[in-house]
């Protein structure tokens, strides 16, 4: 069988070219739409455990696979000195994403490298993670020991053989909340747990989620089913938009409407009108927030992503490895930001097929969500 590798659309492109003159970072940076950088996302590993049917289908990632060897992925060093460079220019929220980051070894090494960072007024950037629950039992007190903030945990089910279809490779929820408990005993909180709502497949577990979140110390949000990528055979009549996510639980358990905590937050917050906890909705299908966008992601082998749904991205890896300064790549990631226009979500069409034979966009498991 021939081997597969992830759909990059620019394949090896060349390293972003240096500015003629150097700047010094003023800890605020903003593009061609007057977006701020304030978020960083960095990809640890393409690897991941699970196989979910919207992220990394079996029948694409399966055992033939071809993964990025070691020599590829960015070291631990090289990824805290990027961040650093970002954080002087305004980023004040790191994200570690995958991939599934647990998998990458000595991950808390990377971790206490991070926390150590300071923004230009002093500050620790707040330092977050991503995962699929999988191995934060065993992993949430050595992370925040080590300085991890906060964790989102990924669960699109609390019914045992819909998780199950979900991920494909028949690991169990309890399994999940296990290490949502630890990591509240731990002190990563607060924790978010993030469903993918794909519809026909667990749109029905809307409301047992809603119900076992509910007064719970984690806060449970519903994400719209996009069309990350090309491989997880995205249709627009299988996503179930967030109107009717409130609607379904607003019917039961009465909801408010509740102001975002800061300006490029994704997720529209909602409260339960009895005061007990509340959810969010991330609705980039139907209600696109590209006007508000502050995030950059880096992805597993040092590429720099301005989009989500881009198809292509821009090498750091290369000025880091044919030895630049601090103030060259520095100075590159300021032009690179200052440029950025991208409004994917805005723009798109209601039949996106065409978008995707035509322009392939980066998979979700080569840079993260």
């Known amino acids: 069988m021939a081997e597969k590798t992830i759909m990059l659309g620019d394949g090896r492109s060349p390293p972003?070219?240096?500015p003629s003159v150097l700047e010094q970072p003023t800890g605020v940076l903003g593009d061609a739409l007057g977006r701020p950088l304030h978020d960083l996302r960095i990809s640890v590993t393409d690897r991941c455990n699970f196989r979910c049917v919207y992220c990394m289908p079996k029948e694409v990632f399966d055992k033939d696979y071809a993964y990025l060897p070691h020599s590829s992925l960015l070291s631990f060093e090289e990824i805290t000195r990027v961040a650093r460079l970002f954080v002087a220019h305004g980023v004040e929220k790191i994200r570690l994403t995958g991939g599934e980051p647990l998998l990458r070894k000595h991950?808390?090494?990377l971790v206490e490298m991070l926390a150590g960072l300071r923004t230009p007024a002093g500050r620790k950037p707040d330092l977050t993670l991503t995962t699929n629950g999988s191995l934060l039992a065993r992993k949430a007190r050595s992370l925040r020991d080590a300085g991890l903030d906060r964790v989102t945990v990924s669960l699109d089910a609390l019914d045992d053989a819909t998780f199950k279809r979900m991920n494909d490779v028949d690991f169990a929820v309890a399994d999940v909340l296990a290490g949502i408990e630890a990591a509240h005993a731990a002190g990563l909180g607060p924790i978010k747990v993030n469903m993918v709502v794909k519809g026909g497949m667990n749109d029905q577990e809307i409301l047992p989620m809603a119900r076992h979140f509910k007064g719970s110390p984690a806060i449970l949000r519903f994400i719209e089913y996009m069309d990350v990528g090309a491989s997880n055979g995205w249709n627009l009549d299988e996503v179930i938009p967030s109107s009717e996510v409130v609607r379904r639980i607003g019917a039961e358990m009465p909801l408010?409407?509740?102001?975002?905590?800061?300006s490029g937050e994704t997720a529209a917050r909602w409260r339960y009108a009895d005061g007990v906890g509340e959810i969010g909705l991330i609705s980039s299908v139907t209600q696109a927030f590209c006007q508000?966008?502050?995030?950059?992601?880096?992805?597993?082998?040092?590429?720099?992503?301005?989009c989500l749904f881009a198809t292509g991205?821009?090498?750091?890896?290369?000025?880091?490895?044919e030895g630049r300064t601090d103030a060259e790549v520095s100075s590159a990631i300021a032009q690179l930001w200052r440029v950025r226009a991208d409004r994917y979500s805005e723009t798109r069409t209601i039949n996106t097929s065409g978008l995707q034979r035509g322009a392939r966009k980066v998979e979700m498991s080569y840079i993260g969500g």
């Open 16 to 18: 972003p070219p240096i």
């Open 107 to 109: 991950l808390e090494s």
């Open 256 to 262: 408010v409407a509740l102001p975002a905590n800061y």
């Open 292 to 306: 508000d966008c502050s995030r950059a992601r880096l992805s597993t082998e040092g590429k720099l992503f301005t």
């Open 313 to 321: 991205g821009h090498d750091l890896r290369a000025l880091l490895r």
